[in-house]
C-alpha cells in the first residue's frame, strides 16, 4: 500500500452513505482523523464514534522522544472496523503483506466495505468493486433457496466469494469463527449482503460455522442457540431466537433495522472502543468497561445492571471469551444508547484453544475481586445507585438457582449443563450474599 493515503470514513444517514470525517494514512500504524468540514458545517451532529463528537478540534499531541509530536496513532474506534480472522487472512493475502499487530491502514481501507454498524471507508468499497471487476464475475443473482446454502451449492460459494471476498466468511465481522453475511427480501430468498439492494431487503442475517472440525468446536456452536434462549428466559436483552441448521447457526443482525422508509443502519461500537482501546487484547478490568459504558449510555443504571448480570451469566455457564469487543453499544432507531442485545453467548470453556476468560473485577491494587458484594460495594457509583442495584441482583440470584432447569428446558445439552452446575451453584451462593445495605 502507498503512503500517503487518503479516504473518507461515510456513515449512513437516512438512507444515504455521507462522507463524514477524513483518515490520511503515513505508515500502517501512523494515521490522521478529522471531521470533513462540509460535515461539520452542514449541522449534522452525528459522529462516527461516541468518543468522537462532531467538530473541529485542534490535533491531538503526544510526548515523543524530541518533545510534543502530532498523535499519529490509529483512533480506537478504526480498531472496530479491522478485519480479523479469515477476512484478516484473505486481505493480507491479497495486499501480499505480511500480518503485524501494527497492521491497521491497509486492512482497513481495503476491508472496511460493509462492517457491521453503520460506518465504511470509500477507499474500501473502491477497493471491493475493482476485485469485482477483476474476477470476471456477474454481479447478478436471483438469490438461493435455504436448501442451496445448507447444502452450500457451488453457486452460493461462489456469489460469497464475490459478494464477501471470503467464501468462508466475510470481512467486516469480527471473530475466529467463519461467518456468512446474507439477506433475504421480501419473497425469502437470499443473498449474500452486498447481492441485494436495500429497496428489496426484508431481514438481514449473520450465518456462524463452527471455529474448528473438532466435535467440541460443534458442540460450542450447536449450544449457542440454547444459551441465547437461556439469557432470555433470564431477563437479558436479547434478539429475535437463532435457528440451528445442522452445523450453521444463522442470527438475525440487530444492527439493521428495515423500515417502511428503508433499511435504517444502527451505530454499533464495542466497548473496547468506547475505553479508548488501540489494538487487541489490551488488559483492563470489568470496572474500566463499565465506566465507559455509563459514560455514554443514556440510562447508566439500568445499563450497570444489564452489564453485571450479563457477568453473572458469562461466569454460571462459563462463558470465558469475555473480551470488550465482545460486548457493544448501539444507538436504537429512537437515538437511545444501550448495550446491544447479547451476542457471542456460548460454552466457550469447551472450546480446543482454550479461551481464558480475559476481563476480571480488580480491586485498587489490581488484585481480583471474586464476591459480588465486594464488587458492588467497591462500585464508583452514587450510594442511591449502589443500593438499588444490590437490591436487583439479590433478586436475580433466585433466578440463578433456577438455571440448571432453564438451562435443560432450552435445550442445552446435559453435559454441558452437568459442567456448569459448581459454577451455577458458587454465583447463586454470592448474590445471596449481597449484604442488605452495602455503604454508600
Known amino acids: 500500500m502507498a503512503y500517503p493515503k487518503t479516504t473518507a470514513i461515510e456513515i449512513h444517514i437516512n438512507g444515504q452513505w455521507v462522507p463524514a470525517a477524513q483518515l490520511r494514512a503515513f505508515s500502517d500504524d501512523r494515521l490522521q482523523f478529522g471531521y470533513l468540514d462540509e460535515y461539520v458545517f452542514s449541522g449534522s451532529t452525528t459522529p462516527v464514534a461516541l468518543g468522537y463528537p462532531v467538530g473541529i478540534f485542534p490535533e491531538s499531541m503526544r510526548d515523543g522522544p524530541l518533545g510534543p509530536e502530532p498523535d499519529r496513532r490509529p483512533p480506537a474506534f478504526l480498531y472496530d472496523l479491522v478485519p480479523q480472522g479469515r477476512g484478516r487472512k484473505y486481505l493480507l493475502s491479497t495486499l501480499q503483506i505480511a500480518d503485524g499487530d501494527d497492521v491497521v491502514a491497509p486492512l482497513v481501507m481495503a476491508g472496511a466495505f460493509n462492517p457491521i454498524g453503520r460506518l465504511r471507508?470509500?477507499?474500501?468499497?473502491?477497493?471491493?468493486?475493482?476485485?469485482?471487476?477483476?474476477?470476471?464475475?456477474?454481479?447478478?443473482?436471483?438469490?438461493?433457496?435455504?436448501?442451496?446454502i445448507l447444502q452450500k451449492s457451488d453457486e452460493f460459494l461462489n456469489q460469497m466469494s464475490l459478494h464477501s471476498m471470503l467464501a468462508s466468511g466475510a470481512t467486516g465481522v469480527q471473530g475466529v469463527a467463519p461467518k456468512?453475511?446474507?439477506?433475504?427480501?421480501?419473497?425469502?430468498?437470499?443473498?449474500?449482503?452486498?447481492?441485494?439492494?436495500?429497496?428489496?431487503?426484508?431481514?438481514?442475517?449473520?450465518?456462524?460455522?463452527?471455529?474448528?472440525?473438532?466435535?467440541?468446536?460443534?458442540?460450542?456452536?450447536?449450544?449457542?442457540?440454547?444459551?441465547?434462549?437461556?439469557?432470555?428466559?433470564?431477563?437479558?436483552?436479547?434478539?429475535?431466537?437463532?435457528?440451528?441448521?445442522?452445523?450453521?447457526?444463522?442470527?438475525?443482525?440487530?444492527?439493521?433495522?428495515?423500515?417502511?422508509?428503508?433499511?435504517?443502519?444502527?451505530?454499533?461500537?464495542?466497548?473496547?472502543?468506547?475505553?479508548?482501546?488501540?489494538?487487541?487484547?489490551?488488559?483492563?478490568?470489568?470496572?474500566?468497561?463499565?465506566?465507559?459504558?455509563?459514560?455514554?449510555?443514556?440510562?447508566?443504571?439500568?445499563?450497570?445492571?444489564?452489564?453485571?448480570?450479563?457477568?453473572?451469566?458469562?461466569?454460571?455457564?462459563r462463558n470465558t471469551d469475555n473480551h470488550a469487543r465482545n460486548t457493544a453499544v448501539q444507538i436504537t432507531v429512537d437515538g437511545r444508547v444501550q448495550l446491544t442485545p447479547l451476542f457471542d453467548f456460548a460454552p466457550m470453556f469447551k472450546d480446543p484453544e482454550v479461551v481464558p476468560r480475559s476481563y476480571h473485577w480488580l480491586?485498587?491494587?489490581?488484585?481480583?475481586?471474586?464476591?459480588?458484594?465486594?464488587?458492588?460495594?467497591?462500585?464508583?457509583?452514587?450510594?442511591?445507585?449502589?443500593?438499588?442495584?444490590?437490591?436487583?441482583?439479590?433478586?436475580?440470584?433466585?433466578?440463578?438457582?433456577?438455571?440448571?432447569?432453564?438451562?435443560?428446558?432450552?435445550?442445552?445439552?446435559?453435559?454441558?449443563?452437568?459442567?456448569?452446575?459448581?459454577?451455577?451453584?458458587?454465583?447463586?451462593?454470592q448474590l445471596r450474599s449481597i449484604p442488605e445495605a452495602p455503604r454508600g
Open 363 to 429: 480491586d485498587t491494587k489490581g488484585v481480583r475481586q471474586e464476591n459480588w458484594g465486594q464488587i458492588i460495594e467497591a462500585l464508583d457509583v452514587q450510594g442511591t445507585e449502589r443500593a438499588v442495584i444490590a437490591r436487583e441482583m439479590q433478586a436475580f440470584a433466585s433466578k440463578v438457582e433456577g438455571l440448571e432447569s432453564v438451562a435443560i428446558d432450552c435445550g442445552v445439552e446435559a453435559d454441558i449443563v452437568r459442567a456448569c452446575l459448581k459454577s451455577i451453584e458458587v454465583q447463586s451462593y
Open 121 to 148: 471507508l470509500a477507499s474500501a468499497v473502491e477497493f471491493f468493486q475493482d476485485e469485482v471487476t477483476k474476477s470476471g464475475a456477474s454481479s447478478t443473482t436471483e438469490g438461493f433457496g435455504l436448501e442451496d
Open 180 to 317: 456468512f453475511l446474507l439477506t433475504t427480501d421480501k419473497s425469502g430468498r437470499w443473498f449474500a449482503d452486498l447481492a441485494v439492494s436495500d429497496q428489496l431487503a426484508q431481514e438481514h442475517w449473520l450465518i456462524k460455522l463452527p471455529r474448528g472440525r473438532s466435535e467440541d468446536d460443534r458442540s460450542v456452536l450447536r449450544n449457542e442457540a440454547a444459551y441465547l434462549k437461556v439469557a432470555a428466559r433470564m431477563g437479558i436483552r436479547t434478539h429475535h431466537e437463532p435457528m440451528q441448521h445442522g452445523e450453521m447457526l444463522f442470527v438475525r443482525r440487530f444492527d439493521r433495522v428495515v423500515t417502511t422508509h428503508g433499511v435504517h443502519r444502527l451505530h454499533q461500537e464495542s466497548v473496547a472502543s468506547l475505553c479508548g482501546q488501540r489494538g487487541f487484547g489490551v488488559p483492563q478490568s470489568q470496572q474500566d468497561l463499565l465506566r465507559a459504558i455509563r459514560q455514554f449510555v443514556d440510562d447508566p443504571l439500568a445499563e450497570t445492571i444489564e452489564f453485571m448480570k450479563r457477568d453473572v451469566l458469562n461466569q454460571a455457564l
